[in-house]
């Protein structure tokens, strides 16, 4: 397999800013690990157990250092994308995160997510892409229904 | 200001802060944030946008508190203005209208104008023709200034500069001029204590200080002049006349060049940008003499203030203001060494509308006391030599100096142009042969002609009589002794000179007027 396809088929499982970033720092540690004498198994443990399966299938291949390098500089320009902030009242998991990635690039393209967990904001989601803030949250819908209805909302409570 | 999130919600745009460099912000996000815009940090800072491109905006801080990468940034959708009002006569406050003693139950105006306004045109605007009186009789006598003038006061640090500032402010806020003094990056306890002399000569509520001190952030030094302006504006639109003194805009230089070089621009001369002619002549543009709403004239003063270094006024920035304005004042650092006071050189000073707004009267004497002061210069530089003088060069000599000790006055006096004139006149007549003599008289003079209506009305009918000098010196023949007994004092000059009942000094003289004891051949060395 070529580094490019290579380098298209791990980005599919990549959803979120901060899985690419520790990949990056993985890639290079299994690198420098090449070079060492200590064993280099469980260097993807702590990612994201599908993404740890697939990178652990990818490079139990006997990859040499070239085409090693040459995957993490091809994984550094394609994980340039552009970053998608998400604010939720939860955290995300598994098929849920997945779920968010695919409506996400969906929407906006290929991109990366950045999830922040705020509770206060009840439910919904703050969404920040290209500088624009989208407010879709539980709390603003309410703030806005209390603005709009005082005297109404007075009265039932 | 609203909220934070409360901007965040109406515009719905946020940006991101990648980078901090001092005063300079760069942000991601802002997708449709203008030029000159104002936004808002997360912790309740503000900014201006200077620039942008594909990737972030260029903001100029306002605040000294730190701003760190990945902070939230919104915009307001508003542009930079200053709040405008009566309320601000009296206070010093900052460029954003804050008192900045953090007075209690200070009230902020509702009403505000943008900053940055491009200056009126030439239809608004009216010849200048009325006299501007700065109460420094050097001033009014050699450099006259006419009001919507800009006169760029130039000097080397502590030569008195600020004081003839305050001078004038005194004299102006008398006659109900509002007074807007800028000072721009100047140490607190300067800005005190020309707050303290406003609040001591009783000139308060015709005055404003607007004031960055050195320490606060370049942004808002470099807007100071700017809301000086700007306030100004209002109260010319409100039908009054208005001074604003700049002081300095050496200072406001250096602060924009420090912005304009953090910010990356490409520096020029002396590392100044290549806007910082367009950034001061915006500024000076809007002073000027206009036609108000109400169909009558007013006018916005402006005093600018530049320091040089070493008595060199060829620098960069201090030529560029004199491009840039109607003249200037130059504080000579070698007459202050001296003791002269004001250490003002009339010979490198230039006035290039003031004469203009002069009376015939006063442009005559003008004319004659600074040839007389340049042929007394060219005698002592002469007498430098060690020759002996002969007596028409003593005699020339010490009428200038006679002169020169009329011209001195104390950073708190202010003299009113009329008394001016009638004291040169004196002067001119010869009634005073020491200097001594003349400093008592002078001071004696001052005091007793302040509230004495009765001693106004006399020189009013004097200079009212005078359309030339030649006239008012026999006019003063004739009505000295009026003046004399309306002030009340015993003057120890040769009063006599004015008792002869049918003295010869009925007949005409001659002009060129004749110096003291009737020799001409100065004068006609004056002419040559």
Not at chain 1, 40 to 65: M, Y
Not at chain 1, 87 to 113: D, F, H, N, V, W
Not at chain 1, 131 to 155: R, S, V, W
Not at chain 2, 79 to 106: R, S
Request: proline fraction near 4%; glycine fraction near 8%; include cysteine.
């Amino acid at each position: 397999m070529d580094s490019s396809a290579l380098s298209k088929h791990i980005i599919q499982y990549i959803y979120t800013k901060k899985e690419a970033d520790e990949l990056l720092e993985k890639l290079s540690d299994y690198l420098n690990s090449k070079f060492s004498f200590t064993e280099s198994a469980n260097i993807f443990a702590s990612l994201r157990p599908e993404l740890a399966q697939i990178l652990n299938n990818t490079f139990t291949k006997d990859l040499s250092i070239e085409q090693t390098k040459q995957l993490i500089e091809e994984l550094n320009h394609k994980l340039n994308y552009p970053v998608i902030r998400i604010t939720l009242s939860y955290i995300p998991q598994g098929k849920g995160l997945e779920r968010i990635a695919a409506k996400a690039r969906q929407m906006y393209g290929e991109c990366l997510l950045e999830i922040s967990y705020d509770n206060s904001i009840i439910g919904g989601a703050v969404i920040i892409a290209g500088g624009k803030y989208q407010d879709y949250t539980l709390k603003n819908k309410l703030k806005t229904i209390f603005e709009k209805h005082p005297e109404e909302i007075a009265k039932l409570l | 200001m609203n909220s934070f999130d409360n901007y965040l919600t109406e515009t719905k745009e946020i940006g991101f802060v990648e980078e901090s460099n001092h005063s300079i912000i760069y942000a991601s996000g802002l997708p449709n944030v203008t030029v000159n815009e104002i936004v808002l940090f997360e912790n309740g800072s503000t900014g201006l946008v200077l620039s942008m491109n594909n990737n972030f905006a260029e903001i100029l801080t306002f605040t000294n508190a730190p701003i760190k990468n990945g902070m939230r940034v919104t915009r307001t959708r508003n542009k930079q203005e200053m709040p405008v009002g009566h309320e601000y006569l009296g206070l010093t406050v900052d460029p954003f209208g804050l008192p900045m003693d953090k007075l209690q139950g200070f009230r902020k105006p509702n009403m505000s104008r943008p900053i940055h306004v491009t200056p009126s045109g030439i239809s608004n605007r009216k010849r200048i023709e009325k006299p501007f009186e700065t109460g420094v009789t050097l001033v009014d006598f050699l450099i006259p200034i006419g009001k919507g003038q800009r006169e760029l006061v130039i000097g080397d640090r502590k030569t008195g500069k600020t004081a003839f500032l305050h001078q004038t402010i005194l004299s102006q806020a008398k006659m109900g001029t509002v007074c807007i003094y800028a000072a721009i990056g100047k140490k607190k306890m300067d800005i005190k204590k020309s707050e303290e002399f406003f609040k001591k000569m009783g000139i308060s509520q015709n005055t404003v200080i607007i004031g960055s001190g050195s320490d606060d952030p370049a942004g808002v030094i470099y807007l100071t002049p700017y809301c000086a302006m700007t306030l100004g504006e209002y109260f010319l639109d409100e039908g009054h006349d208005v001074l604003v003194v700049l002081d300095d805009l050496l200072t406001h230089a250096k602060f924009y060049r420090e912005i304009a070089l953090i910010g990356k621009r490409f520096p020029g001369r002396n590392s100044y940008p290549a806007d910082i002619f367009y950034t001061h002549a915006r500024l000076l543009e809007r002073g000027g003499n206009f036609i108000g709403k109400d169909g009558q004239e007013h006018s916005i003063t402006c005093l600018p203030v530049v320091e040089s270094v070493q008595g060199d006024i060829a620098g960069f920035i201090q030529t560029n203001l004199m491009s840039m304005t109607d003249g200037h004042i130059f504080f000579d650092v070698d007459l202050f060494a001296r003791g002269q006071r004001p250490a003002i050189n009339p010979f490198i000073s230039v006035s290039r509308v003031g004469r203009q707004t002069q009376s015939h009267l006063r442009m005559t004497m003008t004319r004659e006391v600074l040839s007389f002061l340049t042929l007394r210069q060219r005698l002592e530089n002469f007498s430098h030599f060690g020759t002996e003088a002969s007596p028409q060069v003593k005699n020339t000599l010490e009428v200038g100096n006679r002169i020169l000790t009329f011209f001195t006055q104390n950073a708190t006096e202010v003299m009113d142009v009329d008394l001016q004139t009638i004291i040169f006149g004196l002067i001119w007549q010869g009634i005073w042969e020491d200097i001594n003599t003349l400093e008592k008289d002078l001071k004696k003079i001052r005091t007793a002609y302040k509230d004495n209506a009765g001693a106004k009305q006399v020189v009013k009918e004097i200079i009212d009589n005078s359309p030339d000098l030649n006239v008012l010196l026999i006019t003063l023949r004739n009505r000295a002794l009026d003046l004399f007994k309306e002030l009340n004092i015993v003057i120890e000059g040769k009063v006599a000179l004015f008792a002869r009942p049918t003295a010869p000094a009925l007949t005409p003289v001659p002009s060129p007027a004749p110096l003291p004891n009737g020799n001409t051949t100065i004068q006609t060395e004056v002419k040559n």
